[in-house]
Every structure is written in C-alpha cells, then in structure tokens.
C-alpha cells in the first residue's frame, strides 16, 4: 500500500505557544517539508504567563517570559519565520494566506491566532489605560509600577486579579473594580468566586464589586476612574481586564465556520486541509460530550502538538480528549483548577480562608476540582476527571488524601 503523501508546506499562523508547540511537534513527528511561522509581533515566541507574575514583581526585570528555545528557533527547526507579520485573509479554495507582508501558500494550515484583549470604549486618547495581553503592555505596566503609580484594575478575573496582587505586593494599595457582583462566577461559581475574593480584602486591597465604570477621566492622561454610582478613585494607571475575543477577523470571509472562535471537530480540523489550536479554537471535547473554547496555557500546548499530529497523519487523527487545567498566583497563595466548573463547588478539604480542595460534580460523576496551595493534590483529581471518577470514590479518595497531607504536617 502506498504510503499517504504529507504536505510540503505547512504554515502556522499565530507565533505563541500553540505556534510554537504546533512547529516544534511537527519536526519531531519527522516532517521535513518546508515550514513557515508567521507572528503579528515583532518578537521572537514568548512564554504569556509570567507576564502578569514574575515579570511585574519588585527587583529586575526577569526573563522568564522568554522560552529558551526561541532565541534559534528559525535555525534548529529549519523554519521560515515570519515576524512582524499580520495575517489579514485566507483563500482555503486556493490555498493562500494573505499578510501585511504579502500572500503566503500552503499545503496544510494551522490556525493558531489566540484572542484579543477586550478594550475599554472611548479610552482611546487617554495614556495609562492598558490591557495586558502581550509583553509591551507588561513592559509600559512594569514602569508606571516603578514609578509607584495609583493603580486601578478594572475587572476582577484572574489576569487582574494578577496584577492587583502584584501590585499589592509592591505597596502600591490597588483598587479593583467589578461589574459582577461575584466575581469569576463562570470560572468557578458563585461560592467560588466569592471565596478567592476574600484574598483581596484579607490584602487591603480596595476592592469593589457590583459598580460598572461610568468613565475615565482625563484629558491626555488617566486622572481617575468614575464609577456609575457616582464614585471616582484617583488613577495614574489603569488596567483593563475584562475578558478577550478570539482573533478570527482575519477569517471572517474564508468560508470557514467561525463562532466564538473557529470551529473545529473532535480532530481539530476546521475545513480542507485547515487545522486549529489554542485560544482561537471551538471543538467537541468527547471527554465532556460538548464543544468548548479553552484560553489556558496548559492547553494550548497540548492542543497545539495534537492538532499538528493529525495534520500529518489524517489517516490515523484522533479526538482531542482535554481535561481543561489552569492555575493562577494570587498574594503568594498558587490556585489551580481542573475539569468544568459546574454548579457549585464542596469544601472537602481547609476552607477558603487556608489552603483549600474544592470539588464539582455533573450528576454522578467529579467533574471538577480546585485548589489553594495543595499543588500535590489538583492532577491526582485531574487524572480521576479523565477517567470519569465517580462522586462518591471521588470523597473517599480526598477523605484518604487529606488524611495522608494531615500526617505529614504532625
């Protein structure tokens, strides 16, 4: 039997981690055709996480954005890489990306262009108001930091909820500001939601829940924050974290289905010879039976590496099975979740005011799972997610589990 013909080009399109994953696992899966990264920015792939962590904290600048790998990447994987290069079309009847640097062919795609941080309306003029999404914005962020600005994060999910602790942990007494009056309820519920928000007034921080952002004041530069209850908090620095939308402009006439992301089967193939990965891509998780969208870095990793596995062998695609994991670090404290936040969570272990295990069921099964400062525990119930554990052997195990960390603290 004739072995099935591979492409000889694949493009990737996006130049973050699922980019970089996506290159890095087609190389190692043996390809050896013609290879082309493009990225929208100027730098070489940078690791996205630490942005609004490490790199915000006091002392030098640290490095750990930088995956060490990037620095010769076009060389070690013989890649064509394109930086600084905006895709703004696809022909996928012709094969051809368009760019701001000209039109790109292909045998096979690989969509990875992640999202865009959400700004807020009518703040164009001011400077001082940023989103953190990329390193320049970590960058004007860190300095105004330096220069112990008056921070105002306006939106309480996890990316503030990051930088406020940042910001706390230099003195700069932040205040946050949510339009919910819980935050992170789709992330982990109300009970949870309302249990991490405890850490922030535990902090000092100035933190405000259930008030919208009525505007922003200033003429050239951010001056302070009106709030819709007629409130204003004085501001040097604003930071607007108030979600993201998938970057699929560039994709909106190529035929392909797009809809709160770009929409993929259960192979991550989203049209003839077009693959997705990462925060961009809609697919249908067989381990959950329902589509899902996931902005996560654990999973945009692995996604990435899967989606450019099946590109290359179609013949042999398999699902993408995912248990979706994150974790954040919030005033020292390291949360972590796995699974789906479904319903509310049980208190199995601590309490929101300590260390803590949380878990979520769908009927009878676990289905979820969070933890403060348990970092031995969250993928031991990540992998019992995976196999469909049953509640009840999901209590017993953190019965048994609580008992064994109890006896190594005496």
């Known amino acids: 039997m004739t072995a099935p013909t591979q492409p000889r080009h694949i493009v990737v399109v996006g130049a973050s981690l699922a980019g970089l994953r996506a290159v890095q696992a087609a190389r190692e899966s043996g390809f050896t055709g013609r290879l082309t990264l493009v990225g929208a920015e100027e730098h070489l792939p940078y690791d996205r996480p630490p942005l609004s962590k490490e790199y915000l904290a006091e002392g030098p600048a640290t490095t750990a954005h930088v995956f060490p790998e990037a620095a010769d990447l076009a060389a070690t994987l013989d890649l064509d890489l394109r930086l600084g290069t905006r895709a703004t079309g696809l022909d996928i009847d012709g094969h051809t990306v368009t760019t701001t640097r000209g039109e790109i062919d292909y045998d096979a795609l690989l969509v990875a262009t992640g999202v865009h941080a959400r700004r807020l309306p009518g703040t164009g003029h001011l400077t001082g108001v ?30 503030g909820a990051e930088v406020a602790s940042a910001a706390a ?67 040097d620095l604003v930071i607007v974290g108030i979600g993201a939308t998938p970057a699929t402009e560039w994709l909106e006439t190529s035929g392909l289905t797009v809809s709160d992301g ?4 259960r192979l991550l193939q989203a049209g003839p010879d077009v693959w997705a990965a990462g925060d961009i891509a809609r697919w249908e998780n067989p381990l959950f039976e329902r589509p899902m969208r996931l902005e996560h870095w654990t999973n945009a990793g692995e996604q990435a590496a899967h989606a450019m596995e099946n590109l290359l062998s179609p013949e042999e695609a398999t699902p993408y ?20 936040p479904v319903g509310e969570p049980a208190v199995v272990a601590g309490s929101w005011d300590d260390d803590l295990v949380a878990l979520y069921r769908e009927g009878e099964r676990l289905v979820g799972a969070l933890t ?9 119930y990540r992998s019992r997610i995976a196999r469909h554990d049953n509640w009840f052997a999901a209590l017993e195990f953190a019965a048994e589990r609580n008992a064994a960390v109890i006896a190594t603290r005496t």
């Open 169 to 235: 942990r230099r003195g700069l007494a932040p205040a946050v500001v949510e339009a919910a009056p819980i935050p992170l309820v789709r992330a982990l519920g109300e009970t949870g939601g309302a249990g991490l928000a405890r850490m922030h007034h535990r902090h000092g921080v100035d933190f405000r829940c259930g008030v919208a952002v009525s505007e922003l004041l200033g003429d050239h530069h951010v001056e302070a924050v009106r709030l819709v209850d007629g409130s204003e908090i004085p501001a």
């Open 321 to 340: 099975r995912h248990v979706p994991y994150f974790w954040s670090d919030w005033y020292g404290r390291r949360i972590q979740f796995a699974g789906l």
């Open 372 to 380: 403060v400062d348990r970092r031995g525990d969250i993928m031991k």
């Open 262 to 265: 770009v929409v993929c089967d």
């Open 130 to 159: 940023h989103v953190l999404r990329n390193l320049d914005d970590a960058r004007a962020i860190r300095a105004a930091f330096d220069a112990r600005a008056r921070v105002v994060v306006i939106g309480a999910g996890f990316i």
